[in-house]
């Protein structure tokens, strides 16, 4: 039976996930690991990885450097039923849900989800203690250790979790999101965002005749900080660049794509183009196109520039402003 296609009905087809992956013979390990279905990569250990994002929607990503971004139960039906198109997908699903639960009987899955109530975020009182017990004096050796002076720190209020041994970056008055210096190992995740949040780190007094430089990670965004561009925004991770790209078109249709020299940024970038193109917009510049990186270095992403070569940094940021309109930094 072929439903009319709704909105809501998409929405609710998403909520689906964990029944259609049992249904495909998807084992799901501890703390929601599957092996991945989507990548060509070697799977020793569990890489995807299930969770329910901030909107109550579950969804899928993978954390094997360079694999997929963050998909959903229509990305799934594609890589799993090869099937191609969103309404064919949206049908797919509707047939296979009526056949899996006659009689519109619910899955507990989908029940649980259903009634979940959105993630909560922290208080005042939860964030104002979990501050107090960070120490930015100690942690100024560490930033130091990444490019980051003094200055920066005290500016965005960056401090040092020493039980933790992660650096804390506040993100106003939201929330934080600590970087962890010695992960306990390969799987585990070197970033943790406070609990609900979802805000990004970003300038706020930007200069509407420069465009916004957007980089994966916070402390790219702050290594562009301290050599002194005013308009950064960090989205948290190359799978995360689709969600914020239409917001920062929004501010300024002047962006330049700062992103990881790896598989996964260049996957990013390319998705970047595409979804621009699709939208008629204004092609994103690639930063490292304005740069000359050092021959006897590896430069992996922007903090590895300001900390190998911070003049190379510099220099790209003159050709910035150089191009648009700016004050030039001087190379020390």
């Known amino acids: 039976m072929t439903r009319a296609y709704t909105k809501e009905r998409k929405e609710d087809l998403k909520l689906y996930l964990l029944d259609y992956l049992a ?3 998807i084992t799901i ?3 929601n690991m599957m092996r991945c279905f989507v990548g060509r990569h070697k799977d020793n250990h569990p890489s995807m990885h299930y969770f329910v994002g901030d909107d109550g929607k579950p969804r899928l990503t993978c954390h094997a450097q360079g694999c997929v971004g963050t998909i959903d139960i229509y990305n799934a039906v594609f890589y799993l039923d090869r099937i191609c198109g969103h309404r064919n997908q949206y049908n797919f699903l509707n047939d296979w849900v009526d056949a899996a639960f006659p009689d519109n009987a619910t899955p507990p899955s989908k029940r649980e989800l259903s009634n979940a109530k959105s993630p909560r975020h922290l208080n005042d009182a939860q964030r104002t203690a979990f501050l107090h017990q960070c120490n930015q004096a100690q942690g100024y050796e560490h930033w130091q250790a990444r490019g980051i002076e003094k200055d920066t720190v005290n500016a965005y209020h960056l401090t040092y979790h020493p039980t933790q041994n992660a650096l804390v970056i506040p993100i106003d008055n939201f929330g934080f999101i600590l970087r962890y210096l010695t992960p306990i190992d ?5 970033y943790k965002r406070s609990l609900g949040l979802s805000q990004c780190l970003h300038t706020h007094n ?4 420069l465009p916004i430089i957007v980089t994966e990670g916070e402390i790219d965004a702050l290594s562009l900080i301290q050599v002194g561009y ?3 925004w960090a989205v948290g991770g190359a799978q995360k660049l689709d969600k914020w790209l239409k917001k920062i078109y929004k501010i300024n249709p002047k962006i330049i794509l700062a992103l990881d020299t790896d598989r996964a940024g260049t996957n990013a970038k390319m ?13 994103p510049l690639d930063f490292w196109s304005f740069c000359i990186s050092p021959a006897t270095v590896k430069i992996k992403d922007i903090n590895d520039l300001l900390v190998a070569a911070p003049n190379a940094l510099k220099e790209a940021i003159n050709n910035i402003k150089n191009k648009f309109g700016g004050q030039h930094e001087k190379s020390k």
């Open 23 to 25: 249904s495909r013979g």
């Open 206 to 209: 930007m200069d509407p005749h």
């Open 186 to 190: 390969s799987q585990s995740p070197k």
């Open 29 to 31: 390990f501890r703390n």
């Open 230 to 232: 005013p308009n950064i």
């Open 271 to 283: 998705a970047a183009y595409n979804y621009c193109h699709i939208e008629k917009w204004k092609r």
